[in-house]
C-alpha cells in the first residue's frame, strides 16, 4: 500500500494563515460588535440578538436592500445580453482580435473611485459633456443631482459601461472554445443562426456564464465606491443602496452594534443568493 506524503499541506500553511487574518478574524470582531453595545473606551455591553432584531424590523433597512435588489436586478437583465450580443460579434480570428479584447478590457483597469469621478464630472448638467449635450442639443430636463430617476440612469448607465466588459470576455472565451466540428454540422443540416446559438454556442457557454451572473451578482450587490463618489445616495436617499447606508451607519453615525449586524445579514443574503443562482444554473449538470 502506497503511503501519502503529508508534507505538501505545510506550503498551505501560509496561505491558511492569510486567510484567517485577513478574513477570519475581522469576521469574528464583526459577530463580537454585533451582540453587544460600546460607549467607547473598549467597554462593552451584552445586547444578545437585539441588534439583529432592530434591522430585520427596520423600514430603513427594508428599503435600502430593496433598492440594492433593484440595482442588481437591472445590472443583470441589461449587462449578461449585453455581454453576449457583444462577445457573438466579435470576430475569432485576425489582426482585430487582441484589438477587440483591449478595448474590451480597458473599462475594467480603471479604479472605482476614478469611474465614479470621472462619471460626475462627465454628467454634470452644465459643464459636464453628457450633461450639457443632454440639456442644451437634446433639450431633455436632466440633472442627476435633483431627479431620482436621472440619478439612476446615470448610475446604472455608469455600471453597465464599466463591467459589461467582464460577461463580454467570459462569454468570447465560452464561445471560441467550441469545436469548428459543431458549426459544420449545424451548415449541413441547415441550421439557422438562431438555432446555432440556441443549441450549440448558449449550452456551450452555460458554464463561463454561471460565472459570470455570479461575478456580476456579488459585485453588484455589495457595490460602494462608484454609486458613492457619484451620486452619495442622492438625491434625498433615492439612490442610497444597502452598502452605502452600512458605511453611514458604521461610520456617520457610529452605531457600530446594529452596523455589524446589518453587515452579517447582508453578508449572509449575498451568500443565499449566490447560492441559489448556482444551484439553479447548475439544476441540470447534476441530474
Given at each position: 500500500m502506497k503511503t501519502e506524503n503529508q508534507?505538501?499541506?505545510?506550503?498551505?500553511?501560509?496561505?491558511?494563515?492569510?486567510?484567517?487574518?485577513?478574513?477570519?478574524?475581522?469576521?469574528?470582531?464583526?459577530?463580537?460588535?454585533?451582540?453587544?453595545?460600546?460607549?467607547?473606551?473598549?467597554?462593552?455591553?451584552?445586547?444578545?440578538?437585539?441588534?439583529?432584531?432592530?434591522?430585520l424590523r427596520s423600514d430603513r433597512f427594508h428599503a435600502a436592500l430593496g433598492r440594492q435588489f433593484l440595482f442588481t436586478f437591472l445590472i443583470l437583465i441589461i449587462e449578461v445580453p449585453l455581454g453576449i450580443a457583444?462577445?457573438?460579434?466579435?470576430?475569432?480570428?485576425?489582426?482585430?482580435?487582441?484589438?477587440?479584447?483591449?478595448?474590451?478590457?480597458?473599462?475594467?483597469?480603471?479604479?472605482?473611485?476614478?469611474?465614479?469621478?470621472?462619471?460626475?464630472?462627465?454628467?454634470?448638467?452644465?459643464?459636464?459633456?453628457l450633461g450639457y449635450f443632454l440639456n442644451h442639443v437634446l433639450g431633455i430636463n436632466y440633472d442627476m443631482t435633483q431627479d431620482p430617476v436621472a440619478a439612476w440612469v446615470t448610475i446604472v448607465t455608469m455600471d453597465v459601461w464599466h463591467?459589461?466588459?467582464?460577461?463580454v470576455l467570459l462569454s468570447y472565451a465560452g464561445l471560441v472554445?467550441?469545436?469548428d466540428a459543431y458549426y459544420q454540422a449545424a451548415k449541413i443540416d441547415g441550421a439557422t443562426n438562431w438555432a446555432v446559438f440556441r443549441f450549440i454556442q448558449l449550452p456551450k457557454m452555460k458554464t463561463v456564464l454561471t460565472i459570470a451572473i455570479l461575478l456580476r451578482f456579488m459585485d453588484?450587490?455589495?457595490?460602494?465606491?462608484e454609486p458613492f463618489v457619484l451620486t452619495g445616495g442622492g438625491p434625498g436617499n433615492s439612490t442610497t443602496l444597502l452598502s452605502i447606508d452600512l458605511v453611514k451607519i458604521a461610520l456617520g453615525q457610529f452605531d457600530l452594534g446594529p452596523a455589524a449586524a446589518m453587515s452579517l445579514i447582508y453578508f449572509a443574503i449575498t451568500l443565499l443568493v449566490s447560492w441559489l443562482f448556482?444551484?439553479?444554473?447548475?439544476?441540470d449538470d447534476q441530474n
Amino acid at each position: 500500500m502506497k503511503t501519502e506524503n503529508q508534507k505538501a499541506w505545510f506550503f498551505v500553511l501560509p496561505v491558511l494563515a492569510l486567510v484567517a487574518f485577513n478574513a477570519l478574524i475581522p469576521m469574528m470582531t464583526v459577530v463580537n460588535y454585533s451582540v453587544q453595545e460600546t460607549f467607547g473606551d473598549n467597554v462593552f455591553f451584552w445586547q444578545g440578538l437585539d441588534w439583529f432584531q432592530q434591522i430585520l424590523r427596520s423600514d430603513r433597512f427594508h428599503a435600502a436592500l430593496g433598492r440594492q435588489f433593484l440595482f442588481t436586478f437591472l445590472i443583470l437583465i441589461i449587462e449578461v445580453p449585453l455581454g453576449i450580443a457583444i462577445a457573438l460579434s466579435m470576430p475569432r480570428k485576425g489582426f482585430w482580435v487582441p484589438v477587440c479584447l483591449v478595448l474590451m478590457a480597458l473599462p475594467m483597469l480603471i479604479p472605482w473611485n476614478v469611474v465614479g469621478a470621472m462619471w460626475n464630472i462627465f454628467t454634470l448638467p452644465d459643464i459636464g459633456l453628457l450633461g450639457y449635450f443632454l440639456n442644451h442639443v437634446l433639450g431633455i430636463n436632466y440633472d442627476m443631482t435633483q431627479d431620482p430617476v436621472a440619478a439612476w440612469v446615470t448610475i446604472v448607465t455608469m455600471d453597465v459601461w464599466h463591467w459589461t466588459s467582464l460577461v463580454v470576455l467570459l462569454s468570447y472565451a465560452g464561445l471560441v472554445s467550441i469545436p469548428d466540428a459543431y458549426y459544420q454540422a449545424a451548415k449541413i443540416d441547415g441550421a439557422t443562426n438562431w438555432a446555432v446559438f440556441r443549441f450549440i454556442q448558449l449550452p456551450k457557454m452555460k458554464t463561463v456564464l454561471t460565472i459570470a451572473i455570479l461575478l456580476r451578482f456579488m459585485d453588484s450587490f455589495n457595490i460602494y465606491t462608484e454609486p458613492f463618489v457619484l451620486t452619495g445616495g442622492g438625491p434625498g436617499n433615492s439612490t442610497t443602496l444597502l452598502s452605502i447606508d452600512l458605511v453611514k451607519i458604521a461610520l456617520g453615525q457610529f452605531d457600530l452594534g446594529p452596523a455589524a449586524a446589518m453587515s452579517l445579514i447582508y453578508f449572509a443574503i449575498t451568500l443565499l443568493v449566490s447560492w441559489l443562482f448556482y444551484t439553479l444554473m447548475t439544476k441540470d449538470d447534476q441530474n
